[in-house]
Structures are given as structure tokens and as C-alpha cells.
């Protein structure tokens, strides 16, 4: 009893990184069509942020990380995006391979920069501790997520800039007649959910160490959240991520850790019978 | 008389296209490079190199049918790939271990053999289920994705978190599969020692004329009515169900037959290399090969495999000149590839697009 008590930190926890991750995935995948796989590079970007922030900010580097590692990530989305994806609009299977590439230089870059052995961050003293089952630094990194899709969908719905965005999301040409410059709200995306992902990075240094291919741990089940819950949705993002997070800690506690991906493959697979489009679905009379 | 009777129009006897020779022409010079030339000219090293790359290629046949041919971006092919190797990796360590324990279950304590492994001991078992085991878990993967038309971009998530888990899988089941390790070791291969010059040679000749049939089986299965309908599948999905055909049957038959041929080539790699383990079969080599697909030239089957070949050459040497640069340069070369030359080296040699 106490065993599944003790899981639920950890599965709502690993559910709320894989949301900051997954957030920003969906929101290019259901608006450009981009299937970004550098994207975990930019998790890895933001916790290296946080690691080299300690020489300034001691125990306390994740705090002043947090928005430096969103303008960090959120700039090299940018200038991805503005490089090269945006000459690959509406081709998601290229992409992907595209994207990959980067990753790969992406990875290389922080090894010949950082050293290939792991690094740690550590955590600040007040986040040691723990409140009831929930230890201090899982909970901190639930309320970051609450947090930060809380000011996401403020944004998308209340300002301006987030009403246009959920315009080019719904339909682009449409979006574009009425006068509203998609490019740059393309770029605004990218910013937006890249930054996310360096959020994602800081708040992984509270749980584990730092290495070069930290992204790639989360990046698979960032897309698996991306596709069970649905293109662009943020409410099906944030269910399909806890659970994921919930089933992923739980499978791995009732069977063990080689078994639990397999289930929760499977467990996908079975949904999308189901649900072939998500959780939750754009409606649109296009056909594909 | 009366006025003759105009001859009805008789319906022209469709033109029949001369039959295009170079296709076969090259298709005959590359098998004679490969069966007689190579054989003479490399060192065993090097032949034993090039069966590795081969076996690649017959993966990333799989790959350009499946993706070039059929549009379904596969990330997963490693899977198949890994089924194919265990299957034959397991046969080869019952047959060296005898009467006893693999080494390796040995060593993580296992006492007795399990019993996935017994029936492995029969060679006609082992190679039945190095094609069975591939194409039917990608057959009830197809059969379950395709129905639903999930496609695109999900379908090529799907299979990476499949590959994914698969090497978690492995790697957790030490007793079972060798963990990280894999399996290696191996002596015998069918009553020969398989480090001998002699059985690698062999194992060259039996890799080279399995690429060549697979290739023209490929190649045929392109030409046929099945290969147009897959094309059209690929191109316009819809329309071909409004024709009254079912993509998803259209899509779950090549996925299978990637699959089968990615298993095929794992059960030769195992031999020829050695080693079958978790970290052949993940994400990132299931990638590359895609890679390799895409710089050869996803649109010809040759390109897949050319580009195969080429990348593996391109790996060892530069893995052995400059290993750090290595990384950078693959994914420029990517980057570059899919940037500017989508349809891959084949792309500048060809002068139409017959496929695309």
C-alpha cells in the first residue's frame, strides 16, 4: 500500500516534465506540421543552464535558470526554425529526418562542450524535504507545469498573440487573408514551446543527472503524450501526459522497468482503436 | 456495286514500350562486382565488412519499399532487424552450449533453460521464426494502425517508441536475452567454425545473392499491379479508398514484407558480425538506416540500397580516421540531404522520375 503510495510523486512528476516537453511539440506538430527531434536538445540545453548558472547562483541556480533556460532553448528554437524548418512546412516525415540531424550536431556540440560523463546540479537546500509522500523538489515540479499551462492558456486565450496563434492552428489560409502575418506567429510558436522544453531541462536536474543525451530519455514519450492526446490540444496534452506518467511509474511497479514501456506501448496502441486521432480532435471538414 | 463498307476501327494494338535493358544491364555488372570482383580483390577484413553493409542493405531494401515505395516512414525497423538476430543468435548459442546453459545464463544465475528458448535447439525452428517473428508482430502492428488510418507522422512515432521499448525490454531481461551484452560468442555456425576465412567467405556469397533476390523480388513486386496501387496509396490515400481498394490491406502487406526482409538480414548479421545486442536495434540505428535510405535515394530501390552500403563505408572510415568529427559530419550530411537533394544520390543520375 505504501509502494503505490510512493509512486505517485514520481509518475505525476515525470507526467509533468514529459507536459513541458510535450507542449511545445504539439503545438509546432498541430500548427507547422514540423515533427521537431531536436526538441530534446533543447531540454538538454536548458539543464545545462541550469548547470553552468550554479557558478553564479549557487544552490539556487534552478530559480534563476528557469527563465534564462526559457530564453535559451526558446532562441535556439528560433533560429531553427528560422534556418531551416521553415523550408519544410507541411512535410513532417522530412522534418523529422531533418531535425534529427541537428539533434545529432546538437548532442556532439554539448559533449566537445561539457565532456561526455554526466554532470550534476544541485538542488536548492529548501526543496529537501518532503510533504507527506510528496517529496518538496517533485512537488515544485507539478506546480512549474500547473504553472506554466496555466500562462499558456492565458495566453492562447486571452491575448491577442495566443488568439492568433489558435487562428493559424485551425486554419492557416484562413488565419492568413484576414490579415494576420503567419510567419511570425510561426516563429512565436516555436519560441514559445522551445522555451518550454528548456523549462522541462532545469526542472529534470531536480531528479537526475545532466548528460548529452538527456533529451533523447523523454523525447519518445513526449510524442507518444503528442499523439494520444491529440494535435494542438492542450487539454488533451495535460491528461495524456499524467497518464502516461501515472501508467509508465505504475507499470514499472507492479511488473518491472524492462516490461513497463511494452505495456505502455501497448496500452497506446490499444487507444488509438479507439481514439485513432487523440484524446481530443480538431474538428475540421478536411479530410486529412 | 455498292459503295464498300468502310472498315470498323480496329482497335490499335497498344504500343509496346521497348523493353528497358539498362535496369538489368546494371543490375548484372553489380552482381558480377559483387560475386566475382570483390571476392578476389578484398582481404577477409574487408569482404567481411562489406557482408555487414549488405546485410544493412537488405534492412534498408525493406526501408525503401516501405517508405519510398509506400510512403509509411518506418523508425522501427531494428526491431525486425533485433527479432531476426535473437532468433538466430539463439540457436547458435544452444547449439555451442550443447547439453549445458548458454554462457551468458550462467553468469546471471539461471539454472534451467527457459522455456522460450527450448524449441530454438531445431535449426528449421529457429529459421522459420526468423521470418515468422518479424512479420507478425508488423503485420498485427499494421493491421491495428493502418485500420484505424493512423498514419504519417504518428505511425512513424509509433514505431519508435516501439523500438524504444524493445531495447528496454531486452536489456531488463538479463537472464533471458543477455542484457546489454547481447548475445556473442558464438563457434559453430551449422557445423563450421564461423571465424573461419572459408565460413565468412561463405556467409559473403550467402548475404550478396540474398540481397539479389530479395532485390528482385522487390523489384518485381514495384513493376506489379500491387507496387502502382502502393504508389497511389502513397500519393493519395484517399482517393485509392474511394476507387474501392483498402489502403490499410495495401499498407500492412509491404510494412510485413519490410519486416520480414529487416528479420532476414538480423538473422545474417548474426553470423557474419558475431554479435547480435540492444544497442543494433534501438532508436538510433533504426534511424540511420532511414538516413542511409535518404541519401541514397528513397524513391529507387537501388538508392536504398547503394545508400546502405555507402553510409557503411562512410561510418567505418570515418569512425577510424575521425572519430570525433564522425557525429557533425553525419548530421550535416543529413541535413544536407534532406534539405537539398530529398530524392538522394540516385536523384542526380536519374533522368526522369519513373517512381516518384
Known amino acids: 500500500m505504501e509502494g503505490i503510495l510512493n509512486q505517485l510523486p514520481i509518475g505525476l512528476s515525470i507526467g509533468a516534465v514529459l507536459l513541458l516537453i510535450a507542449l511545445g511539440l504539439t503545438f509546432t506538430f498541430g500548427q507547422m506540421g514540423v515533427i521537431n527531434m531536436a526538441h530534446g536538445e533543447f531540454i538538454m540545453a536548458g539543464a545545462y543552464t541550469a548547470y553552468l548558472l550554479q557558478d553564479f547562483a549557487g544552490r539556487n541556480a534552478v530559480l534563476v535558470a528557469l527563465p534564462v533556460a526559457f530564453l535559451v532553448a526558446g532562441l535556439m528554437g528560433l533560429i531553427l526554425e528560422r534556418t531551416a524548418i521553415r523550408h519544410f512546412y507541411g512535410r513532417p516525415l522530412d522534418t523529422l529526418l531533418l531535425t534529427w540531424g541537428v539533434s545529432l550536431v546538437l548532442q556532439q556540440v554539448a559533449r566537445d562542450l561539457f565532456g561526455a560523463p554526466n554532470v550534476q546540479v544541485l538542488s536548492p537546500t529548501w526543496l529537501q524535504g518532503a510533504l507527506g509522500p510528496m517529496p518538496y523538489n517533485r512537488l515544485f515540479i507539478l506546480l512549474l507545469a500547473v504553472g506554466s499551462v496555466v500562462a499558456i492558456w492565458v495566453y492562447m486565450n486571452r491575448s491577442a498573440q495566443g488568439r492568433r496563434m489558435q487562428a493559424v492552428m485551425q486554419n492557416r489560409q484562413l488565419a492568413a487573408t484576414s490579415g494576420i502575418n503567419t510567419g511570425r506567429v510561426d516563429q512565436r510558436t516555436f519560441f514559445i514551446g522551445s522555451g518550454l522544453a528548456g523549462i522541462a531541462g532545469v526542472a529534470l536536474t531536480l531528479i537526475g543527472p545532466v548528460g548529452p543525451t538527456l533529451g533523447t530519455y523523454y523525447i519518445v514519450d513526449a510524442f507518444l503524450v503528442v499523439v494520444a492526446g491529440g494535435l494542438g490540444q492542450l487539454r488533451g496534452a495535460v491528461i495524456a501526459a499524467l497518464a502516461l506518467g501515472l501508467l509508465n511509474s505504475y507499470a514499472e511497479f507492479w511488473t518491472n522497468a524492462s516490461l513497463a514501456k511494452v505495456i505502455v506501448f501497448a496500452v497506446i496502441i490499444a487507444f488509438l482503436q479507439f481514439r485513432p486521432q487523440g484524446l481530443f480532435v480538431l474538428r475540421s471538414r478536411a479530410l486529412t | ?356
Open chain 2, 1 to 356: 456495286m455498292t459503295a464498300t463498307l468502310e472498315k470498323p476501327p480496329v482497335a490499335e494494338a497498344p504500343v509496346k514500350e521497348p523493353r528497358d535493358w539498362r535496369g538489368p544491364a546494371l543490375f548484372a555488372l553489380v552482381a558480377v562486382i559483387g560475386l566475382v570482383v570483390m571476392p578476389l580483390v578484398l582481404e577477409p577484413f574487408r569482404l567481411g565488412l562489406l557482408a555487414k553493409y549488405l546485410t544493412y542493405a537488405i534492412v534498408a531494401l525493406g526501408i525503401g519499399l516501405a517508405w519510398g515505395q509506400g510512403g509509411m516512414l518506418t523508425l522501427g525497423q531494428g526491431v525486425f532487424f533485433g527479432l531476426g538476430g535473437y532468433a538466430m543468435g539463439m540457436h547458435l548459442k544452444l547449439n555451442d552450449a550443447g547439453d549445458g546453459l548458454p554462457d551468458f545464463m550462467v553468469w546471471s544465475g539461471v539454472e534451467t533453460l527457459p522455456a522460450l528458448w527450448e524449441p530454438f535447439r531445431n535449426p528449421v525452428f529457429a529459421i522459420a521464426m526468423v521470418v515468422v517473428v518479424p512479420g507478425a508482430v508488423a503485420w498485427l502492428l499494421g493491421t491495428l494502425v493502418f485500420r484505424q488510418r493512423v498514419r504519417g507522422a504518428y505511425f512513424a512515432i509509433l514505431t519508435q517508441a516501439l523500438a524504444a521499448a524493445m531495447v528496454i525490454l531486452l536489456v531488463g531481461q538479463q537472464g533471458l536475452t543477455g542484457g546489454t551484452n547481447g548475445l556473442t560468442n558464438f563457434f559453430e555456425f551449422f557445423g563450421r567454425d564461423v571465424a573461419a576465412d572459408s565460413t565468412q567467405r561463405g556467409l559473403y556469397f550467402t548475404v550478396a545473392i540474398v540481397l539479389g533476390v530479395l532485390f528482385v523480388g522487390a523489384w518485381q513486386l514495384q513493376r506489379s499491379r500491387f507496387g502502382r496501387l502502393l504508389l497511389a496509396v502513397r500519393d493519395g490515400e484517399d482517393r485509392v479508398r474511394f476507387l474501392g481498394y483498402n489502403p490499410a490491406t495495401v499498407k500492412t502487406i509491404t510494412f510485413t514484407i519490410s519486416a520480414v526482409m529487416a528479420g532476414i538480414a538480423g538473422a545474417l548479421f548474426v553470423p557474419v558480425v558475431g554479435i547480435i545486442s540492444p544497442a543494433l536495434l534501438g532508436v538510433v540505428p533504426s534511424l540511420e538506416l532511414v538516413v542511409a535510405v535518404a541519401v541514397g535515394g528513397r524513391f529507387a530501390l537501388a538508392g536504398a540500397v547503394l545508400g546502405a552500403v555507402l553510409m557503411g563505408y562512410a561510418k567505418t572510415y570515418f569512425s577510424e580516421e575521425l572519430p570525433d568529427a564522425w557525429l557533425y559530419l553525419q548530421g550535416a550530411l543529413f541535413i544536407l540531404v534532406i534539405g537539398l537533394a530529398p530524392k538522394g544520390i540516385i536523384g542526380f543520375f536519374r533522368r526522369k522520375d519513373v517512381a516518384a
